[in-house]
């Protein structure tokens, strides 16, 4: 039998089969990404009508799904699904994104840090998933309180905290006017949706994104509020930063608005799953 050559069509090279992998990882991240979403959103939609005092954020999430019968399991999914979405943002940063400015400087950069960030996540859930329960089960609240007081110890510590608050701030305000601008249809195969299915993707991107840009939002504010006054005590995390939209003249209503954003961020979440051009 004679071997074929690589790059010959047919065949499948060792960058072939890589590539292939970092697409599976990534179609992976991008369902766990929608499942914690949705949870979350759940969650928030219940504080909204309840008052309950679950948590809306990922340590509540991962606590309701180690309750189900088959929770074990389904967080090693979860956990695995986020290690593909870290990785694959890792391959971007190493190499360039697809599209004329995937090589840039910025576009790395960006990569890299949400690379960061969902292998914390695949980190804390698979921790969880191993036992340790102090891990992807920890509040977000006392998370993000625990590290503004850090950063405020740190020489100009203040200026830190803001800093950082106002990247946040900044990257909500983003995250919402790119889902209004609709510019993620620059990444999905839109020419291969149907009518129906572009429909979807273009609610559940626009209202899933301003209402996760709205969250972010509220994280960003509070840490400037507590880098102004000096106090890590009014720092937010997920969970208080979803609660604190109940505190506005509109009340319990703007919340459950952000809560039904969340839903619908991860019902968009699955559809870029299974449409996103990778």
Do not use: N
């Amino acid at each position: 039998m004679t071997q074929a050559k690589a790059g010959t069509p047919g065949t499948l090279t060792g960058r072939t089969v890589r590539d292939e992998a970092v697409r599976v990882g990534a179609r992976a991240g991008f369902a766990a990404r929608g499942v914690l979403y949705l949870l979350v959103g759940v969650l928030a939609v219940r504080i909204g009508l309840t008052g309950t005092d679950e948590q809306a954020d990922r340590g509540g999430a991962v606590a309701h799904i180690a309750a189900t019968p088959f929770g074990a399991v389904l967080l090693w999914a979860l956990g695995i699904g986020l290690a593909g979405m870290a990785a694959w943002r890792l391959s971007e940063a190493m190499l360039g994104a697809d599209g004329p400015e995937g090589g840039t400087g910025r576009r790395r950069a960006l990569s890299a840090g949400r690379c960061v960030f969902y292998a914390g996540s695949a980190f804390l859930v698979l921790a969880f998933a191993t036992g340790r329960r102090g891990s992807g089960e920890g509040s977000t609240d006392q998370q993000s309180r625990d590290l503004t007081a850090r950063l405020l110890e740190l020489p100009g510590g203040r200026w830190w905290v803001g800093a950082v608050a106002v990247g946040v701030l900044a990257a909500g305000v983003w995250i919402a006017g790119r889902a209004v601008l609709r510019t993620y249809r620059d990444h999905l195969a839109w020419g291969r949706l149907t009518t129906y299915q572009r429909r979807l993707m273009d609610v559940t991107g626009v209202a899933g994104g301003v209402g996760r840009g709205l969250v972010f939002a509220a994280l960003g504010f509070s840490g400037v509020k507590a880098a102004a006054a000096f106090d890590p005590s009014r720092a937010k995390g997920m969970d208080d930063a979803i609660r604190s939209y109940a505190q506005t003249p509109a009340g319990p209503w703007l919340l459950l608005a952000v809560a039904a954003g969340l839903v619908l961020f991860g019902l968009f979440s699955f559809g870029q799953a299974k449409w996103r051009a990778l």
